[in-house]
Nanobody, 124 residues
Framework: QVQLVESGGGLVQAGGSLRLSCAASGRSFSNSAMGWFRQAPGKERDFVAALTWGGRNRYYANSVKGRFTISRDNAKNTVYLQMNNLKSEDTAVYYC?????????????????WGQGTQVTVSS
């Protein structure tokens, strides 16, 4: 059974930082592209960041470029999202997702596995 478990969310003041982790189990994700999405209250789930299985190619939403960094440790089957200079508009539930292929995608319909999400709240 494939499982993605996010952690690291919480409450932080504007300008602060958080690092989200997504631990994958049930199969090796070393050949899988991974992504992060987020959903704010009353809004649709949006793309945040993604990277290919080797980590060479990374993609970011314009709203987080320069502030967020996605990375992965294939030996640990874990993907991370380092979030710096957080803003109130970053408040959302953050979801980790994995594809069966090594090619990264920026739309949620491309992803095959999803975590349950972790809440990030940024106070202004």
């Amino acid at each position: 059974q494939v499982q993605l478990v996010e952690s690291g969310g919480g409450l932080v003041q504007a300008g602060g930082s958080l690092r989200l982790s997504c631990a994958a189990s049930g199969r090796s994700f070393s050949n899988s592209a991974m992504g992060w999405f987020r959903q704010a209250p009353g809004k649709e789930r949006d793309f945040v960041a993604a990277l290919t299985w080797g980590g060479r190619n990374r993609y970011y939403a314009n709203s987080v470029k320069g502030r967020f960094t996605i990375s992965r440790d294939n030996a640990k089957n874990t993907v991370y999202l380092q979030m710096n200079n957080l803003k109130s508009e970053d408040t959302a539930v953050y979801y980790c997702a994995a594809r069966r292929t090594e090619v990264a995608g920026t739309t949620q319909d491309l992803y095959d596995y999803w975590g349950q999400g972790t809440q990030v709240t940024v106070s202004s």
